[in-house]
């Protein structure tokens, strides 16, 4: 089952009511919380991690804060808003971050992404899946669709933060 966050076995009640209940949320006046989505347990092409470990999550944390109070240090990508070049703080680690790598797309990656989340929905959600969420994943998998190359991580698009 593909359940990134862990969280059905919590659901308490109807898991598309409990999806329906949060996007109620969305009102006039509102702030809602702002949603991040981080992979500290990336690997590159030789089998490390891409990022330096647990110690180093704060400098992630500290683009999240800045990112969350307005400061223009995200691009928007395919699958949604990414750093800037030089928008995480980097200064004194012992390791050497292979940016390119850790912002990469690679395509074929992201459409089994797309595979395994519809496949989720459509055994833990079914039909009660509000449609906006439908949407939104007929939305990225064309944008992934769209993706030239395992690099393209700049293309613009509608994404949701």
């Not at 691009?75 to 995480?88: E, H, M, Q, R």
């Not at 833990?124 to 669709?145: C, K, M, S, W």
Request: charged letters at 25%; one cysteine or more; a negative charge.
């Amino acid at each position: 089952m593909h359940d990134p966050f862990a969280m059905r076995p919590f659901f308490g009640y109807n898991f598309g009511h409990y999806l329906s209940h949060w996007l109620s949320m969305d009102k006039p006046g509102r702030q809602l919380p702002k949603i991040f989505h981080v992979n500290w347990f990336r690997k590159g092409t030789d089998r490390s991690f891409l990022w330096p470990g647990f110690g180093e999550n704060c400098r992630v944390l500290d683009w999240i804060c800045r990112r969350v109070n307005g400061e223009d240090c995200a691009n928007t990508s395919t699958i949604g808003y990414i750093p800037k070049p030089g928008a995480l703080n980097l200064d004194g680690l012992k390791e050497n971050i292979d940016s390119d790598s850790l912002f990469d797309l690679p395509k074929e990656f992201w459409q089994q992404e797309v595979l395994d989340i519809r496949k989720y929905f459509n055994e833990q959600v079914n039909e009660d899946l509000p449609e906006v969420i439908a949407q939104q994943l007929n939305d990225l998998e064309v944008r992934v669709n769209e993706l030239n190359g395992e690099s393209d991580d700049m293309k613009t698009c509608a994404a949701v933060n």
